[in-house]
């Protein structure tokens, strides 16, 4: 694909995009359908049988499942062949993940935090000798390993922690004393990755601390969790351990960059995780309601049962197609920054981080509709999904976790609008010349002419078209009233995110359907365009509602009236879709297929 028709990092909230510039997973290779059966075989060999041992606190059992996980190339999937991994790119190292995940929290969170933030420091800044020593036995599954960063008093504000690290007399090591706490996988953990602050530098460093025995490494009692119950989570405590000085990861007073750049690569794939949790939620739910009788009819027939499932099947498939779209944008913008000379090390670094924005949306958004669909679930199964002895309560408890972990979904939904701003600032993209068209458009003379909305989603392209100038409007607003102190008003940078990141699935949906369409005609996604068409409703209605107090809150007068008549303007129906009837189409497929089979 030419590098023109790559949408940069946030650049969707101001540029149109071609169906035919995204990716979808109909587009999935043949060695990633072959990968994805492979992961979802083992899954069903060495994980579905033992779902009720991994809520009992069977740590050896996630321990196990995890070496298995490493002999078969798992683990290593996103790791360069010459140390020992697979070297695939980012779409099937997203595969992998999403389907390794979806049966149980424990090993999702094993999983996630060995794969990404125990082992990815050290291939994305470790020197070669470090990475040569220790990356193939992470690959592998020999060793495992664990991301100590949190601390007591060092939650979000992750760059306050007080570990410290004190230099030797002679020069040779460090010692490292503190506390870190909410340390996953610490129970079976061979190497550390370790934040802490040396002298009073301004900015953590970070370290590689083997796990060994007497050098002053001990842990907490495991952690007595709402859910993840076989996940290893203990507090590790550092008594004047000694770490050699060639330990030190990347450079000193850089733990901090490293810290966020791991935590970009980590809420992507927390988001491709939730993937397959709400599939299987979702088709847990359908296979109950096909079978549960009342009133001597499936519940599936009942229209509140029919309108929850299509709603867990339609996040399930906006969720799907916003993550490969911004999988596959992120492995295209590493490929450029590679073959024009960057470092492998380089390449991936700069191509997550382009995407820091996307990556905040999808853990936002996939792991609120995972939340939700286990709890509609519990719902569908009535009393019965109460009850610890059907699935649904053990996925409502381990979903909970995502929207808490990798940054609160709170810290990723203002991320987004700051670093959006940040990105205008730094001139990645034109965000002015946009805004100020829209502005312009305000003020001139509305447009009472009907277009041709005859075509397929002709009129849900011109709905996001309109969402993105509700966006900059409000955005543009909120930086001419506060200025640098935007930042300070939360509740409005939370309003402006929702809208966002809205836009950013409703239009992901639209786009993939648009293209299978094109692929494969329309009477074959029939149950795929009723989904786009009711996910985009909902969203023109969330932002209605996050549009209306934003304005309310910092104008008044005419400034106030113009920007209400202005939301009103962009979020306007020509046609609407008769939003039951699609839920019905949905429900329809669903219940003929007994799954989610989309």
């Known amino acids: 694909m030419e590098e023109s028709n790559i949408t940069r990092g946030g650049e969707f909230i101001i540029k149109e995009t071609s169906p035919e510039n995204i990716f979808t997973p109909e587009d999935f290779s043949e060695e990633q359908k072959m990968m994805k059966q492979a992961v979802i075989d083992f899954i069903d060999k060495e994980v579905w049988p033992h779902k009720e041992r991994f809520e009992k606190k069977d740590y050896k059992l996630t321990e196990e499942v995890m070496?298995?996980?490493?002999?078969?190339?798992?683990?290593?999937?996103?790791?360069?062949?010459?140390?020992?991994?697979l070297g695939m790119g980012f779409v099937s190292t997203m595969l992998v993940c999403e389907y390794i995940s979806g049966c149980t929290g424990s090993l999702s969170t094993a999983f996630g935090a060995h794969t990404g933030i125990g082992t990815m420091p050290i291939v994305l800044y470790g020197n070669d000798e470090q990475k040569k020593?220790?990356?193939?036995?992470?690959?592998?599954?020999?060793?495992?390993?664990?991301y100590c960063l949190t601390e007591p008093s060092a939650g979000s504000d992750a760059n306050s922690g007080k570990t410290k690290a004190v230099l030797s007399e002679d020069g040779t090591h460090y010692k490292i004393s503190g506390q870190k706490i909410w340390i996953s996988n610490a129970g079976f953990a061979n190497v550390f990755i370790v934040f802490a602050r040396i002298d009073d530098d301004k900015n953590i460093t970070g370290f590689i601390v083997p796990n060994e025995p007497d050098n002053g490494i001990s842990l907490g009692e495991e952690e007595n969790k709402l859910g993840i119950h076989s996940s290893s989570t203990r507090q590790v405590f550092f008594n004047n351990t000694k770490v050699p000085v060639e330990n030190i990861l990347s450079e000193r007073g850089n733990g901090f960059k490293i810290a966020m750049n791991s935590l970009n690569v980590g809420r992507i794939k927390l988001a491709a995780a939730c993937l397959d949790a709400l599939k299987r939620v979702t088709s847990l739910g359908v296979q109950y309601a096909t079978e549960r009788e009342q009133f001597k009819t499936k519940i599936i027939d009942f229209e509140a049962i029919r309108q929850k499932v299509a709603q867990m099947a339609t996040d399930s498939y906006v969720g799907e197609s916003a993550c490969y779209r911004a999988a596959k944008d992120i492995e295209n913008r590493i490929k450029i920054r590679h073959d024009s000379g960057n470092s492998f090390q380089e390449a991936e670094l700069k191509g997550v981080e382009e995407y820091v924005i996307e990556c905040s949306i999808l853990k936002v958004a996939v792991s609120e509709d995972c939340q939700n669909a286990t709890d509609e679930g519990i719902q569908i199964f009535g009393g019965m999904g109460f009850s610890a002895e059907t699935p649904m309560e053990s996925a409502w408890r381990d979903a909970r976790i995502a929207r808490i972990y990798e940054g609160t979904n709170e810290i990723n939904r203002m991320l987004c609008v700051g670093m959006?701003?940040?990105?205008?600032?730094?001139?990645h993209f034109d965000f002015i010349t946009p805004a100020t068209q829209v502005g312009e458009e305000l003020t001139g003379i509305p447009s009472f002419e009907i277009p041709d909305i005859s075509e397929l989603f002709a009129q849900e392209k011109i709905i996001i078209k309109n969402l993105k100038k509700v966006f900059l409007m409000l955005a543009g607003a909120g930086i001419k009233k506060f200025g640098e102190e935007l930042e300070k008003h939360q509740q409005v940078l939370l309003a402006v995110s929702d809208i966002m990141i809205e836009i950013y699935m409703a239009e992901s949906a639209i786009l993939r359907t648009e293209k299978n369409c094109n692929r494969y005609g329309k009477e074959k996604q029939k149950e795929q365009i009723a989904m786009s068409q009711l996910y985009l409703y909902q969203a023109v209605d969330i932002i209605q509602s996050k549009g209306k107090e934003t304005i309310i809150s910092f104008s008044e007068g005419d400034e106030q009236k113009g920007l209400l008549m202005g939301l009103k303007r962009f979020t306007k129906y020509y046609d609407f879709p008769n939003i039951m009837d699609l839920r019905n189409i949905i429900a329809e497929k669903l219940k003929e297929e007994n799954k989610y089979c989309f």
Do not use: N
């Not at 070496?67 to 020992?84: D, N, S």
């Not at 020593?133 to 664990?146: C, I, M, Q, T």
């Open 67 to 85: 070496r298995k996980a490493g002999e078969l190339g798992f683990l290593g999937i996103a790791v360069p062949e010459e140390y020992g991994g």
């Open 133 to 146: 020593k220790y990356v193939p036995k992470l690959a592998s599954g020999e060793h495992f390993g664990s």
């Open 420 to 427: 959006l701003i940040k990105k205008a600032m730094k001139g």
